[in-house]
Every structure is written in structure tokens, then in C-alpha cells.
């Protein structure tokens, strides 16, 4: 299902009908196929790069704006999974979106509190049931003027992955911050922006066994390595230092 060119909006829009629909709750599901035609709509698709189709799996993306996840869920949905995501707590008191993200098995996180560590765990639960779970390891979108990952980077996807030993697959998004930039509230809609969405191989960590700091922040090294060298063959660009 790659592709070379960006897809056609009837191509676009004919995908919505072939991804799973299985387990992605009720309210999951009416956001998806809410969300999916305004996508297919507003955004040139182009999606490359395969994911495990069964089994565990780790998606550590890189962050340009609030329409990552949603882009990220429909390259997931694409490659035949149903996505789970960590996400900040508060979202859950919001009324509709409280409920996609309850519906949908999405994880809370609530951040500087003695309970962030629950979502570890979840996490850790998620990947034992062979979900497929995404992560965005910079918590927020790049600090960077010219869209390379940040140097601010959490350890959470590497701390799951040497948990459970669950593959790591690097994804990156490319145009989501001219489709929706971080200042705005809607997306540009005309003319349709060419968003890129590219899997890489999974991050060997193989190597790597304990789970203390120095291995962690190893493992989060390896990982964003890997996420910055496949944005930087999808740019044609040389990144930073």
C-alpha cells in the first residue's frame, strides 16, 4: 500500500472502508469515520513502510502539531491495527473527546503526579495484550525552528520496550505543520497539503537488557536516531549536528 505519489481523494476516502473496525469501541469509531473524509479532504496522503500485523508493537513518531494523531491513527489503520495512544489526563474531563479516548483503550497520563505511573504500567499491560501503542517521545511538538526532533526527549517508549521486548518502529510525520500549524485552530484546508507518513525497521535494542537509566537513555538515543535519520531521508536534508 505504498506510494510513491500522494493519494487520490477517492483512493483517500475508499481506505476508511477497509481498515479494522474491530475493537476500536464505539466512540473511537464514530471519531475515525468523522475525522477520516475531513482528512482525506484537507490532505495529500502518502503513507510508506510496513508494521507488524499481528503481536505487540511500539510506534515512536515525531511531534509537529495537534494533527499527528490523527494522522498517525490512519497510517496505523492503514498497515491493519487500531492504534492506542498515551495522552494527557485533563483530555479525559472533556465531554466528547473524554469518551473517544475512554472508548478507544487510549492510556491517561497524568503528568507531574505520583500517578504517572500508572501509565507506565498500562502501557506495559497494552503491549502484553499485543496492542499496538504510540508514542511521541519529545511530550509536545519540536523545540526546533526547522522541525528536527528536539533534544527534549522522555524515556517512557524505551522503558515499555525493554519491558515487555516489544519492537520499537520509528514513524515520522512531514507536513502536518503546514496542514495544521501549532498556532492554529483549524486546518488549512485549500489548497490540500501533502502530508508524508514513513515507518522505518524497527530499532535494534536487542542488545540492550537491564532497565536503569543508562540503558534507558541509550535506548531513547537509538530510537530518536533512528526517527531523525528516516525524517532526514524523507526531506533530502541533512539534520543538525
Known amino acids: 500500500m505504498d506510494t510513491e505519489r500522494p493519494m487520490g481523494l477517492r483512493h483517500a476516502l475508499a481506505l476508511m472502508f477497509r481498515v479494522p473496525r474491530r475493537g476500536r469501541g464505539f466512540w473511537y469509531s464514530f471519531a475515525i469515520d468523522l475525522i477520516w473524509?475531513?482528512?482525506?479532504l484537507s490532505a495529500r496522503l502518502r503513507f510508506r513502510g510496513t508494521l507488524p500485523r499481528t503481536g505487540p508493537v511500539l510506534l515512536a513518531s515525531n511531534h509537529l502539531s495537534y494533527a499527528d494523531p490523527?494522522?498517525?491513527?490512519?497510517?496505523?489503520?492503514t498497515r491493519g491495527r487500531i492504534p492506542r495512544y498515551l495522552a494527557r489526563a485533563d483530555l479525559w474531563q472533556m465531554p466528547v473527546v473524554g469518551r473517544?479516548?475512554?472508548?478507544?483503550?487510549?492510556?491517561?497520563?497524568?503528568?507531574?503526579?505520583?500517578?504517572?505511573?500508572?501509565?507506565y504500567r498500562n502501557a506495559v499491560d497494552a503491549a502484553r495484550r499485543g496492542e499496538c501503542v504510540i508514542f511521541f517521545?519529545?511530550?509536545?511538538?519540536?523545540?526546533?525552528?526547522?522541525?528536527?526532533?528536539?533534544?527534549?526527549?522522555?524515556?517512557?517508549?524505551?522503558?515499555?520496550?525493554l519491558e515487555t521486548g516489544a519492537p520499537v518502529v520509528p514513524v515520522v510525520n512531514w507536513g502536518t505543520h503546514d496542514l495544521l500549524p501549532s498556532?492554529?485552530?483549524?486546518?488549512?484546508?485549500?489548497?490540500?497539503?501533502?502530508?508524508?507518513?514513513?515507518?522505518?525497521?524497527?530499532?535494534d535494542l536487542s542488545d540492550l537488557t537491564a532497565?536503569?537509566?543508562?540503558?534507558?537513555?541509550?535506548?531513547?538515543?537509538?530510537?530518536?536516531?533512528a526517527i531523525t535519520e528516516l525524517l532526514a531521508?524523507?526531506?533530502?536534508?541533512q539534520p543538525p549536528g
Open 183 to 203: 498556532t492554529a485552530w483549524f486546518p488549512r484546508l485549500f489548497p490540500r497539503r501533502t502530508v508524508d507518513i514513513v515507518a522505518g525497521e524497527p530499532v
Open 211 to 225: 532497565v536503569d537509566r543508562e540503558t534507558l537513555d541509550e535506548a531513547t538515543k537509538r530510537i530518536m536516531h
Open 137 to 161: 517521545p519529545e511530550a509536545g511538538f519540536s523545540d526546533n525552528a526547522d522541525n528536527w526532533p528536539s533534544e527534549r526527549v522522555k524515556n517512557g517508549v524505551a522503558r515499555v520496550a
Open 37 to 40: 473524509p475531513l482528512l482525506a
Open 233 to 237: 531521508d524523507l526531506r533530502g536534508e
Open 100 to 119: 473517544v479516548l475512554d472508548g478507544g483503550g487510549h492510556i491517561p497520563v497524568e503528568r507531574g503526579t505520583v500517578r504517572a505511573r500508572d501509565a
Open 70 to 77: 490523527v494522522t498517525v491513527t490512519a497510517y496505523a489503520l
